[in-house]
């Protein structure tokens, strides 16, 4: 059974660049969430998507959206790239069974330079 | 913006003690759950919590809930090398998906 997979691990962009990161749940999760991790904090909520649908956002501009594609799969996508959105991207699924209980991908690490 | 503080903000203890760390939060929760990250890579999920229980056992995890303090801990007992991670606490309101992570426990044990 395969967990949380993203892709890719790392990834190096210029300011002002595009980037778009992309998550596959856990099979038989229907949620997906997205946190940011900026070096040596705790993950910040981003967003989630059910059935298609962004469900809740979290404090971010809009250069930051998303998408959640009928398998479940989700991308992440980023804007207009500032050195401040270096941090490790993690994805997490989820379902109404498990509910709260969120499974975390390994995360993709971004650098802006 | 984070919910919950863990303290202390790093720990160093010798393998076989016990390692127990603090969460504190500021609003009424749902869930609270405990994670573990190993150098910078994904979270690893370790145990759930919910308000309406006040402890829990998962192997060599103890997690303790008080919902008047609004706190938790998470015991670790006869901590191995392998323990050595960053440990974080996570909360979800009722009728709120996100969670909320506080900034983490640097955790480690020496063989």
């Known amino acids: 059974d395969a967990g949380v997979t993203q892709s890719p691990t790392h990834l190096i962009k210029t300011r002002g660049q595009q980037v778009t990161l992309r998550c596959s749940p856990k099979?038989?999760?229907?949620?997906v969430s997205w946190y940011q991790q900026a070096l040596g904090q705790g993950p910040q909520f981003i967003f989630q998507?059910?059935?298609?649908?962004?469900?809740q956002r979290g404090n971010f501009p809009d250069r930051f959206s998303g998408h959640q594609f009928p398998n479940y799969s989700s991308e992440l996508n980023v804007n207009a790239l500032l050195l401040g959105d270096s941090a490790l991207y993690l994805c997490?699924?989820?379902?109404?069974?498990?509910?709260?209980?969120?499974?975390f991908g390994p995360g993709t690490r971004l650098t802006v330079t | 913006s984070q919910q919950g503080e863990e303290d202390p903000q790093a720990l160093s203890i010798q393998e076989g003690e016990n390692a127990t760390m603090n969460c504190s939060y500021k609003t009424s929760i749902n869930n609270l759950q405990w994670y573990r990250q190993n150098s910078g890579r994904g979270l690893v999920h370790l145990i759930l919590i919910r308000s309406n229980e006040r402890e829990k056992h998962s192997g060599r995890l103890r997690v303790t809930l008080d919902t008047s303090k609004k706190s938790s801990s998470l015991l670790i007992t006869a901590s191995r090398a392998a323990d050595t991670a960053s440990y974080f606490c996570?909360?979800?309101?009722?009728?709120?998906?996100?969670?909320?992570f506080g900034a983490g426990t640097r955790l480690t044990v020496k063989p």
């Open positions: 099979s038989g999760h229907d949620t």
């Open positions: 997490a699924s989820s379902s109404l069974r498990t509910e709260y209980e969120q499974y």
């Open positions: 996570a909360t979800d309101a009722w009728g709120n998906n996100d969670m909320r």
């Open positions: 998507y059910y059935e298609e649908e962004e469900r």
